[in-house]
């Protein structure tokens, strides 16, 4: 069984219509999500430049995309309200809050801009609250639900990333300024993380198994799985980072070693999974590869895959896997300067209307 691609418009090279911005999915902070996470790899192997260049990038695609998300509020507070109430839609916004995380990451790591960081980090955690339990409690309590085949697909894996991205940022944070409430809480959300990868992973897995998978769905299924293991990854490397300044995380050094080992095993496992998909897709069952915004949602993972294992390798003193993330990395920027190409070619041939459907994955 397909999941239907839901129809919502594009970003214009011109000046958004009213049915683009009536038709704005939040899944395209992926954009920032993706451009964000290679800025700070590309930092971890020196080169500044391309670092500093990326992250204005990221920055200002952040700032365009909140005045976006801002108007579809004002002006069509219905749409965005059935969104968030949507199976298949309202995860998305979660992109938002990694967006948020990453930007504050690399804000910390590239500038050292610490009081940028913590306002960043504790506007997350609000929108977390917010986004996650709105569509969360709407999708529990609904009147009118789908079946599983129809209703699961990438995004809830959402509901992981932007947990552990609030656990990215927040053990930064901790490093700089040590307090045992805060370890706990980054300790406790870590540990959420992992258990919703372990509800959403056997829903999806159940999807991927026993429904038949259309290969013209805009969501390749499990670039996002292995996306939100890597985010895991980085999320115990920086709480292991923190343990000579927190007792509370030195007394759990081997779990969270462990939790991380194992994260990083998964996020391993999916790649070959994600390169046989795209065979299938794209070379077995000739699906055009065009442009689509839910490929910025497919280059994240690779790039946080790199700086997960960049960060992994450090940490438990593993330097013969320290050629893993320089590949993973090359991969993210070859992928990124793709889906940039793309997304430039599909503004300079855009029509008004009549826009792709797609979704981040």
């Known amino acids: 069984m397909s999941v239907p691609a839901p129809n919502i418009g594009t970003v214009s090279s011109a000046a958004p219509t009213r049915s683009e911005i009536e038709t704005l999915f939040p899944g395209y902070f992926a954009f920032v999500m993706a451009t964000g996470i290679i800025a700070i790899g590309v930092e971890q192997h020196d080169l500044h430049w391309l670092a500093d260049i990326l992250y204005v990038v990221a920055a200002i695609g952040y700032v ?26 309202g995860f998305a916004f979660l992109t938002v809050v990694a967006a948020t995380n990453v930007l504050g990451s ?8 610490w009081t940028l960081g913590w306002a960043l980090w504790w506007c997350s955690i609000v929108l977390w609250m917010v986004l996650l339990y709105w569509t969360l409690f709407a999708v529990i309590m609904g009147n009118s639900k789908p079946s599983l085949g129809e209703g699961i697909n990438g995004t809830w894996f959402l509901l992981i990333v ?16 040590p307090d045992d409430l805060l370890a706990f809480g980054l300790l406790a959300a870590f540990c959420l993380g992992v ?7 056997t829903m999806v897995f159940l999807r991927w198994t026993f429904s038949l998978l259309d290969p013209r769905e805009a969501d390749p299924p499990a670039w996002i799985a292995a996306g ?9 490397s920086n709480l292991l980072r ?7 995380l030195s007394r759990m050094e081997p779990f969270i070693e462990g939790m991380t080992v194992l994260a990083w095993a998964t996020a391993t496992f999916w790649f070959p999974v994600m390169v046989a998909i795209g065979v299938w897709r794209h070379l077995i069952n000739r699906v055009p590869l065009i442009y689509q915004p839910s490929y910025w949602g497919l280059v994240f993972p690779i790039g946080m895959y790199s700086v997960a294992t960049y960060a992994m390798v450090a940490v438990i003193d593993l330097d ?12 993210a920027i070859g992928a990124w300067s793709a889906a940039l ?19 981040i994955p």
């Open 64 to 89: 365009v995309l909140w005045i976006l998300f801002a108007l579809r509020i004002v002006l069509y507070p219905k749409a965005f309200v059935r969104d968030l109430d949507d199976h298949r839609k």
């Open 106 to 113: 690399a804000s910390v790591i590239l500038h050292g801009w």
């Open 162 to 177: 932007a947990t552990q991205s609030v656990v990215v940022l927040g053990a930064l944070l901790l490093a700089r300024h």
């Open 195 to 201: 258990v919703l990868y372990l509800i959403v992973m």
């Open 228 to 236: 939100a293991v890597a985010i895991t990854v980085l999320a115990g």
């Open 242 to 248: 923190d343990v000579p300044v927190s007792e509370r």
């Open 320 to 331: 013969r896997l320290d050629w893993v993330p320089v590949l993973a990395l090359i991969a």
């Open 341 to 359: 190409f793309g997304l430039a070619h599909h503004l300079a041939t855009r029509r008004p209307h009549g826009a792709d459907p797609a979704r």
